[in-house]
């Protein structure tokens, strides 16, 4: 009997060791609630580190612009100035139509190019004229066709507005050249 005791408590004993070693391969690598503290303290504070550290790289130091070799024309370029204001005197005399017409006109009606009536030729500027003056400036003013707008340039409204009364009236229109505007 005695051996049939020891045989029960041999097998008895194994299969405790057995039912032991087989829960222990379902725990994981926290076994006690100090490691478990640690791991809660590393999960929010390790995080902080590193954005702490991200945002720290990204804010400090010179970094060049990106496909720039050199930065600061990179830097340059990026402020540079948009628009100018130029003050001009007031209370120049104006040009004369002949005067603008030779400074901005001529490069494309002294030859007809773009399609612009060529000065002079009374056939090509006859449908224009009968526009009437009001609108071929507005024309001259603002732009048509292959011509850009005029209004805004070197020269004043008015300085413009003769420059059209030069030409229409060298192709046979009778329009009064506009007066300087009064202070």
């Keep these: 009997m005695s051996l049939a005791i020891i045989s029960f408590s041999f097998v ?34 390790g995080p902080v580190f590193i954005i702490i550290g991200l945002v720290n790289y990204v804010v400090s130091g010179q970094k060049p612009a990106a496909g720039a070799t050199n930065s600061a024309e990179a830097v ?5 100035k948009v ?5 001009r005197d007031a209370n120049r ?13 001529a490069a ?5 190019l ?15 004229i009968k526009t009437g003056y009001e609108a071929l400036l507005n024309s001259a003013l603002k ?7 005029q209004g805004g340039g070197d020269h004043s409204d008015v300085e413009i507005g003769r420059a059209v009364v030069y ?13 300087a505007p009064k202070n």
């Design 108 to 112: 494309c009606h002294a030859a007809g």
């Design 76 to 80: 340059a370029a990026r402020i540079e």
């Design 93 to 105: 005399p104006l040009k004369s139509g002949e005067e603008v017409f030779k400074a901005q006109c």
């Design 167 to 179: 030409m229409a009236n060298a192709s046979g229109a009778k329009f009064a050249e506009p007066a």
């Design 114 to 128: 773009a399609g612009s009536p060529k000065f002079g030729d009374k056939t090509a500027w006859a449908p224009r």
């Design 12 to 45: 008895f004993t194994q299969k405790v060791l057995m039912s032991d070693n087989h829960e222990e391969a379902h725990t994981g690598p926290i076994k006690t609630p100090k490691a478990f503290a640690w791991l809660v303290f590393f999960s929010f504070v």
């Design 143 to 149: 732009g048509k066709n292959a011509m850009g707008a």
């Design 83 to 87: 628009g100018v204001v130029e003050v």
